[in-house]
């Protein structure tokens, strides 16, 4: 071992009022990390719990679950971003671009779920899911709060309502996607809209607490001007919006329509 590495070891267990000689002779009785304990493939492959015996139930299983660490590589880029007081604007475009190849990859893995499975063996088990659904992706709605203002998230009906001095709780129930399962003139909400709700409410509002000054689109327009007309940043930012906005709903609105409508006849999503 080169007096380099040695100097350095010492000098950051030093730091941590630690024996460095302690740590090196642990080394001694550690065994080699393999890819299986690194990567966590036993505990990986064994969550993927069926309710039925249909195998393609295993599929959409899968698919989700790859989809939901997906999402958490997009908002690792964009918390980094957020966290970012004085972010270059080389990083910032990078960071976007890495979110929108994340999001090209959950638009073309939608053809696994649109060919890759068993339309009989789907509208099948899709019962058994009831009232579960996508719909209630926490980290989908997170990457949303944290993408743009959220005033762009409130239903198109209320915006002009909406200000900011209204409370969170207030934005929150005037989110778009609380259509889904509110009824607004009664204010009655729906099992699926409730469940999510009571799960993920409180979370969601110290998440967007943190966001409402930290958005990828607040975060752009805190820059100097002549970075916001950077042309490789502008492209970037174009790219996630038309990738996320566009792309990546039509394929997941085809895909829908592929199971729910079936020789003519409309059949209800789970939730």
């Not at 679950?65 to 997009?74: C, D, G, T, Y």
């Not at 004085?86 to 890495?98: A, Q, Y």
């Not at 899911?129 to 409130?154: M, V």
Request: cysteine-free.
């Amino acid at each position: 071992m080169s007096a380099k590495i040695t100097d350095q070891l010492k000098e950051k267990y030093d730091a941590l009022d630690q024996d460095v000689e302690v740590h090196l002779e642990g080394l001694l009785h550690s065994k080699p990390i393999n890819y299986w304990d690194y990567i966590q493939t036993d505990a990986l492959l064994n969550l993927q719990i069926q309710r039925t015996v249909f195998p393609d139930e295993k599929v959409f299983i899968m698919y989700h679950q790859i989809s939901e660490l997906l999402f958490k590589m997009i908002l690792s880029e964009i918390e980094q971003v957020a966290e970012s007081e004085n972010i270059k604007t080389e990083i910032f475009t990078d960071k976007i671009m890495r979110i929108s190849r994340y999001f090209d990859v959950l638009t073309s893995s939608f053809s696994i779920m649109k060919d890759g499975m068993d339309v009989e063996q789907y509208n099948k088990f899709r019962t058994t899911l009831t009232p579960a659904s996508g719909f209630q992706s926490a980290q989908y709605r997170k990457i949303e709060f944290a993408s743009t203002e959220l005033i762009n998230l409130i239903d198109n009906r209320f915006r002009d309502t909406i200000d900011r001095n209204s409370s969170y709780e207030n934005a929150f129930e005037h989110l778009y996607w609380q259509a889904a399962g509110k009824d607004f003139k009664t204010g009655k909400k729906t099992y699926l809209l409730n469940a999510f709700e009571e799960r993920y409410k409180e979370e969601f509002i110290r998440f967007t607490k943190f966001y409402f000054k930290n958005n990828l689109w607040t975060k752009f327009k805190a820059l100097p001007k002549k970075d916001q007309a950077n042309k490789d940043l502008i492209k970037a930012m174009r790219h996630y919006d038309y990738t996320v906005n566009i792309k990546w709903v039509m394929a997941h609105y085809n895909t829908a329509n592929h199971y729910l409508n079936i020789n003519g006849k409309t059949a209800e999503a789970t939730g």
